[in-house]
Nanobody, 123 residues
């Protein structure tokens, strides 16, 4: 079984910064794409940023220029540095990862979600 655990959320004033972390644990053969999604009250979950195992990144328009996604493959961890935060960034932020794992008898790939971490930006 694989688990993703996020940390780093909190309350910050507009213009401030937060750094989110997400660590994967369990039987991990390889982690392919990793990403951060967010869901604000009354809205659908949306992609914020994604990163491949090779380090290629993709950002939502709302995140470009303010957020930076990175990963440490040795630690099975992905980060999201969020700067110049706005009240509209208030949401629960979820980590996502495509993981190759092992059941004990066979290898398989599966998509996993973290439990989410709340980020609140006060105006």
């Amino acid at each position: 079984q694989v688990q993703l655990v996020e940390s780093g959320g909190g309350l910050v004033q507009a213009g401030g910064s937060l750094r989110l972390s997400c660590a994967a644990s369990g039987i991990i053969i390889k982690i392919n794409d990793m990403g951060w999604y967010r869901q604000a009250p009354g809205k659908q979950r949306e992609l914020v940023a994604a990163i491949t195992s090779g380090g290629n990144t993709n950002y939502a328009d709302s995140a470009k220029g303010r957020f930076t996604i990175s990963r440490d493959n040795a630690k099975n961890t992905v980060y999201l540095q969020m700067n110049s935060l706005k009240p509209d960034d208030t949401a629960i932020y979820y980590c996502n990862a495509d993981v190759q794992t092992y059941s004990g008898t066979y290898y398989y790939s599966r998509n996993y979600w973290g439990q989410g971490t709340q980020a609140t930006v006060a105006s």
